[in-house]
Each structure stands twice: as structure tokens, then as C-alpha cells.
DNA sequence: CTGAAAGCGCTTACAG
DNA sequence: CTGAAAGCGCTTACAG
């Protein structure tokens, strides 16, 4: 070490100081500081890995990075992370296990800290795999079906439960629903919630009024279409979004079709995003806290837990409870016929 | 070393079997490679890098991840490293040259193989650095005054210029602009590019007609009403969107304004953008290409060139050819007398 | 308070 | 074709 020989130390001293080890002499420390600050000297965390076995760095698998949810969580995943000066790994996976399959080996191979991952849902083995070796994992987003890591989800039921709710308390009666398809988690839960809580409120759901599809913005188009023809007839007079990339084209969609927001029609989508406040009417919606997400994902995966034995004796599933944002989409629901009058 | 035990080899021979030396035996190869699954064996890159000198680490610092242009640039990076099995980095500034420090210092105790700064347009001095350690840098979007790195930057004058001349080519004469503030790089050349262009073909521009502010969405509500007040009087015909951001309220505030487009007001925005597909109408804008910047810039830092002594006699700025793409927000000027005999 | 020595898990000349 | 040995740049018991 080359700060050691300008100094006039060994190495292990000139490492002591640098590692503000309490019992060097605050003179000598000076004195490598010095040299190490003359040298610009920069410590090589390979090999402080490599002995430590700690590593600085955390890794996140995420779908991509359009829908404003999951933006969210990496940028506040890597904020929290570069506040502790950890690094985070980046990985888009387009859903595709491969890939996902690729980074897990990865993080083992680089001995990485932690690991988020918000994909496909699949790879249990490897996710398992890596908890063996004492790196910590959570899934975020979708359950990962026979993992032992913990998992975080928006609740996506109850998300559903309090829109379709906030509705009904302003007077609607006849509620249409654009979703995503069953077999993801999300779609399954916030058609439950639609479900249950118009039926505990003895509300009629008209099957007709729902449309289930990809979770891409051209449904968008696709599901306003067959929104629009059954609107009139059914006399619908609110709409809840369920699947946010369609909301994308729908929106457009409904503005164009001339569609007056809220008079005519109540919107509310179940996961929200900038543009929502953009938009005019500016959109209510669902807020399904992605930064809270993060945090509690951070915590989990946090290196200070790093080489802590950690028992799962079975996945924790965390749910974070969403919160209704009101903007100005959502009108209370006038009588047609009394207004005639 | 287990595997080379369980193979009942040295770890010598483990070693290269692993890495695929030709002078190993195939039958010994295979009785390692056996071994290695057996155990299911992952080599550590930490040892690895600290012997070779080589890592597999690539770094990304930029300024946000909304911004459709920066996102499609992180995107594209991590997808062309993925295809590598080489990892990205990724640090979110927001513009702090602070935290665009700490990347940098991070990225060479990190022995990172190249990095990329897509920021503050600052910290040339730490950027200097890197590349005398070895660490291939480029600069993209910004300029980094006193940076020896090479740079990839959208060609913003060209861009401006293909867009204005789109509009005269059209028939427009009176046309806006809104922009970003001069002290920013695309501020200033797109400016000058609307001017020349305009000068060039003698026509006037109304200086009531130009607003230039923040790079941010707010801009666009406050721009939108000043060019609200000018536009009828001035008889303005076509409007040049040169900052992004402000898009996004930008575009609402028009459509809730009524100004029918393409018919009353032809746009084109200096920047693309997903969302201007599913608008109504489509949004016609230039494509500064993100994509290809990636590529270039990957290409550039590519580890392949590692250690290769990079005799930097002067710092290469890139500029990529601009594309127009035409949707339906732009139509031929109609003079209103005409229409109306 | 400081130093000499061992060792983290690999790779790679150098012999054979 | 294979093995023993050295070494990458650190940290950390172990002595002193």
C-alpha cells in the first residue's frame, strides 16, 4: 500500500486509520489521512469484500420502467440505498424469468447484499437458492408462488374496495369496470374487491360493464370502445380503472370521445401517477404507496441484517394499505330524470 | 476450492476447466463441471476481478428516470450490458453534483469498467480522474466543461431546425416556440435553431411569441396561458414545443382550451415521447434517437476496451442526427380569408 | 498503540 | 495436460 510507505507505517496501520479504527494514535491517523488525501487514494472494495465477506451492493429485478409504480420503488430503493452508500444493481426484465434467472446467479456470483425483485413471479428455486447463501430477498408487486421470501404487495383488494366504495358514497349506482386479467394477482384481487363490495351494497353489476384484458396501453382503446356501447344503455355513470397501462389510452380515448369528466361520467383509477394530476379533470385514484413499498423492502434487505441467520419459518406477506386520493374525476351521481324535471 | 476436491483435481485444474482452457482434458472438464453442479458451484467475481483486474461492472448516473428520452437511454444501456452478462449500476441524481461525486468516487473503489454520466454537467475534475484509473467515462445529454471524455449529445440545433422547417414546408409563417432556459445547452441551441431557420426563410418571429422557462411540467400551464393571450392576435398558426417537461400540462391545457389541433394550431414537440402516440391527435415530434446514444455510448465504455491505453487528444462530442416523425398534430396552414369567401 | 503474518477465493505464470 | 506456488489489495486475529 502505497499511502502506508508515504506515511511511514505498515499497512495494517495505514488500514486501522483509514477504517477509523479507535485505537490508532490521532497523530499517525493525521498522517495516513494526509498521505492518503496526497496520494488520492481510493480503497479497492473488491478486496475489502473478499475478506469482509460484506458487500456494499443491492440488486433489483424489476418489469420495466414506464409504469410509474415500479419507477417509483427503484427510485426510491436507490435513494435510500445511496444515502447509506450502497450501491443498487439494475436489472429490467420485460417479465421475461430468463432474465431474471440470469441476474439471481448474478447477485451470488457478486455476493451481493440484498435482492428485489418485482418480475415474472417465477424463479422460487433460485430465490431460495440465494436466501441459502444468506443474501436476503423480497418480492414485490407479484406473489412468487413456493419462495420462503418475504413479499410485498399493494392490496390490491382492498384498493379496489375503497374505490368502488368512494363511489358508491357519492351516489352511483351503476359502476363499470376496466381491469386486468385474471391470472395475474392484481387483476383477481381488485375484481374481488368490485365484486364484494357492490354486492354488499346490494348494487347490480352488470356483466356487460366489465372488460378484462392485457395490462398494455392499446386495451386502452380496445376496452373504451366496448365501454362506450354499453354506457348509454346501461346508464353507467362511473368508471374504475383497474389496469393502469390502459388507463394510458383510455383516457385519451374518453376525452376525445367527448366524454365530460365528471358530469357524465365519474372516473377513478387504482394506482395513480403523475400525469393523473395533469390531466383535466385531474384524476382520482388509488394511491398504492410505492415508496412505502420500497422502504419496507430496504429495511428488509438491509446489510446491517447481512450474515444474520434468518429464520423464515414461512413467507411474510406484507400489504400495504392504499390510500383513496381525491381529485376531481369523481362527481356526486345526478338523477337524470331529475335534472329533466 | 470444494469442486476440486469432489472432481479430485487440483484447484489449478478446477480453475481452468471453469473458465474453459483449451488444454484441459475434455473427460477432466467434464468431471469439474459435474462437480460444479453438484455442488452447485458459483464462482465468486469479487476473488476473480481482484486477481484479473477486470470487473463486469458498468455505472449509470442520471438525472431521473421520467424523462422519456433519459429512461429509454437506461433502458437500452442495461439491456445491451445484460446481453454481456455485465451489470449496471445505476445512481438517480436529480442533477446533485454531489451525489454524481459520490458515484464517481464509488465507481472506482468499485473498479468499475466504464461509467456513464447523463447529470449536473459538472465534476470534470472527478471525471478526469477516472479515465487516468482506467475507467472509460462519456458524458451524454449535457456538456462537462473541461472533461476529457468523449460526449453523446442529441443534436438539438438540427433538431429545432428539422421542426421549423417541417412547419414552413407546411405553410405556417407565425410560429411559437417554448422552450427551456438558456443556460442549458438544448436551451440555447434550440432557440437558435427556431431562429435561423426562421431567419433563413425571412420569416418573422413575434418575440411575444417565444417563452422560455424551467424544464419542468408547471411550465406548462404558466406557457400555455401566455401563448393562449398572443396567439389569436398574432395569428398564430404553429407552435414548436422545445421542452418536454412542460408537455405534459402543456398538451392538457390545450386540449382543455378547445384549440382544436391540427385544424386551429399545428404542434410539434423537440423531444418524443410514448404518450404522443396515444394522444388525439397523435403528436408529431422529433426522435433525438436515445436508443442509438445508448448504443454509442455502450460501444464507447465497452469493457472490451479495458486497460487499452486510451489516448484521449481531445474530447470527441458526439451529435446524433435528429428524425423527424410525422403523426397528426401538424397540418398545412389555411388561410383564414380564404376560408371564409 | 503498532506490526508481521495469514488469508479471503480466485487466476496464472512457471515447471514438469 | 496438470499441479504447486505466488499474488491481487485488503482486514484482522495474534503478538508485542
Redesign the interface.
Known amino acids: 500500500m502505497q499511502v502506508a510507505a508515504l506515511a511511514g507505517v505498515s499497512k495494517s496501520t495505514a488500514s486501522r486509520a483509514l477504517i477509523n479504527d479507535p485505537r490508532i494514535l490521532p497523530t499517525t491517523r493525521e498522517a495516513v489521512l494526509k498521505a492518503s488525501d496526497e496520494l488520492?487514494y481510493?480503497?479497492?472494495?473488491?478486496?475489502r469484500?473478499?475478506k469482509t465477506k460484506k458487500?456494499s451492493?443491492l440488486g433489483i429485478a424489476i418489469n420495466?420502467?414506464?409504469n410509474s409504480t415500479l419507477?417509483e420503488i427503484?427510485?426510491r430503493f436507490?435513494?435510500l440505498a445511496?444515502d447509506e452508500?450502497l450501491?443498487?444493481?439494475?436489472?429490467?426484465t420485460h417479465g421475461n424469468p430468463d432474465?431474471e434467472a440470469?441476474f439471481l446467479?448474478?447477485a451470488?456470483?457478486?455476493?451481493l447484499a440484498g435482492v428485489i425483485v418485482a418480475g415474472s413471479g417465477q424463479n422460487s428455486d433460485r430465490l431460495n437458492?440465494l436466501s441459502a447463501r444468506g443474501i436476503s430477498t423480497v418480492s414485490m408487486i407479484r406473489l412468487v408462488e413456493g419462495a420462503e421470501a418475504h413479499s410485498i404487495l399493494p392490496d390490491y383488494y382492498q384498493s379496489s374496495v375503497l374505490a368502488t366504495q368512494h363511489l358508491i358514497s357519492q351516489g352511483h349506482k351503476k359502476i363499470s369496470f376496466i381491469g386486468g386479467h385474471k391470472i395475474y394477482t392484481s387483476g383477481r384481487e381488485t375484481l374481488k374487491g368490485f365484486y364484494d363490495t357492490m354486492f354488499a351494497s346490494n348494487l347490480r353489476i352488470d356483466q356487460s360493464c366489465v372488460h378484462l384484458g392485457p395490462y398494455e396501453?392499446s386495451f386502452?382503446n380496445v376496452a373504451g370502445k366496448k365501454f362506450l356501447e354499453t354506457m348509454r344503455e346501461s346508464k353507467v355513470s362511473a368508471l374504475i380503472v383497474a389496469n393502469h397501462e390502459a388507463s394510458?389510452?383510455l383516457l385519451?380515448?374518453l376525452?376525445?370521445s367527448k366524454i365530460s369528466i365528471p358530469d357524465e361520467l365519474s372516473i377513478i383509477c387504482l394506482e395513480d401517477a403523475?400525469?393523473f394530476t395533469?390531466?383535466?379533470p385531474p384524476i382520482s385514484a388509488i394511491n398504492n404507496r410505492p415508496k412505502e413499498m420500497a422502504e419496507l423492502a430496504f429495511e428488509i434487505i438491509h446489510p446491517k441484517n447481512y450474515g444474520v441467520k434468518n429464520v423464515i419459518t414461512g413467507a411474510e406477506n406484507f400489504r400495504l394499505a392504499p390510500i383513496l386520493v381525491e381529485r376531481e374525476s369523481v362527481g356526486s351521481f345526478k338523477n337524470p330524470r331529475r335534472a329533466k324535471k
Open positions: 488520492n481510493h480503497p479497492n472494495s473488491l478486496a469484500s473478499l458487500t451492493m420495466n420502467l414506464q419507477r427503484v427510485e436507490q435513494e445511496g452508500n450501491q443498487v444493481l439494475l436489472s429490467v432474465e440470469r446467479d448474478m451470488i456470483e457478486l455476493q437458492r396501453p386502452g394510458h389510452e385519451p380515448f376525452t376525445q403523475e400525469w395533469w390531466w383535466h
